[in-house]
């Protein structure tokens, strides 16, 4: 009796724990890392806000912005974050969740990190939302990798995410019983937070809206027309100004605007180019124009600007 339960152990499996199946290959969860992320704005303070560049990889990442305001990249974009913003990122998904290196206060975040590997090491790639459904078994809901959660969401991922981070795994190949449930319990909160009862609709982002605020960071001349730019990410326009205003706080077109005055300002204060040309390089359709718009902004003349600019009392 003794030797055959001897031989039982040795032929035994790995538990099928939070394993899936997926065109003939079965992968299995592995947690990589999590964390509680802390950074510091003082200049004196031991940690800083990272310069990395973004960077993707063939993992999962949940992060919950718990403290702070600022802004950090995802999906080539520059997005801003405030606590209660919830970022779930596939294989594959640039990124990059430190905040941006001019935060003036301090930021923490929670991440936790995993991917689901095969007996052969092959990460498997599906998109967040389609492993959600592969485990429920169920079609994939609409997905919002980036949303600032309501309360009543907040107060149910935070536990969850906690309890996750808690458990200080590495690199497990599967989580044992004792870890299972806590893992199956942030997945299932996750999923759930797709319904729209957990929904702060005033504050989603999606890709669409990503989409259209990367167009703007790179329309330097303003020949971005708004109903043209909601028609290619599939919004109204109504809909798309409401949208992109509870997202980023300004409209679409004060946010460009902005955006080719700040470019306006480099140009006036590090070359030559004379204020018509300048007007003209940042869209605004003739100095006088660009001059009031300017002055009403930063409450001086471009020109004084530049003179104030070069004297180095800005």
């Known amino acids: 009796m003794e030797n055959n339960i001897i031989n039982m152990n040795k032929n035994a499996i790995a538990p099928q724990l939070l394993s899936l199946s997926v065109k003939g290959r079965r992968y299995h969860f592995r947690h990589l890392f999590s964390s509680v992320e802390q950074w510091e704005a003082s200049a004196s303070a031991r940690r800083k806000p990272p310069a990395r560049k973004e960077h993707s990889h063939s993992v999962y990442h949940v992060v919950l912005y718990t403290k702070g305001r600022g802004n ?59 492993l959600l459904s592969e485990y429920e078994g169920v079609p994939p809901h609409d997905f919002l990798p980036v949303r600032l959660l309501s309360p009543q969401a907040f107060q149910e991922i935070l536990p969850a995410l906690n309890a996750s981070i808690g458990l200080h795994l590495e690199h497990e190949a599967f989580p044992s019983f004792a870890a299972a449930p806590a893992i199956i319990r942030l997945l299932s909160v996750l999923s759930s937070l797709q319904q729209a009862k957990f ?25 971005a027309e708004i109903g043209i730019l909601a028609k290619s990410v599939g919004l109204s326009p109504a809909h798309f100004m409401r949208a992109f205003k509870a997202a980023f706080g300004d409209s679409p077109i004060r946010f460009g605007r902005l955006l080719r005055l700040k470019h306006a300002r480099e140009l006036l204060s590090m070359t030559d180019i004379p204020i018509k040309g300048i007007a003209s390089e940042t869209g605004f359709c003739d100095e006088f124009h ?7 902004e930063y409450g001086m003349a471009p020109s004084a600007f530049r003179r104030t600019a070069r004297e180095g009392r800005l």
């Open 72 to 130: 950090f990249n995802i999906g080539g974009s520059s997005v801003p974050f405030q606590s209660g913003l919830l970022a779930i990122t596939s294989p594959g998904d640039p990124h990059q969740f430190g905040p941006h290196a001019d935060c003036d206060e301090p930021v923490e975040y929670r991440n936790f990190t995993f991917d689901m590997i095969s007996a052969e090491g092959k990460a498997l790639t599906l998109p967040f939302q389609k």
């Open 199 to 223: 929904l702060n609709g005033t504050s989603v982002l999606d890709e669409r809206l990503l989409k259209a605020k990367a167009i703007l960071e790179s329309d330097v001349k303003g020949k």
């Open 290 to 296: 660009f001059a009031n718009v300017f002055r009403r």
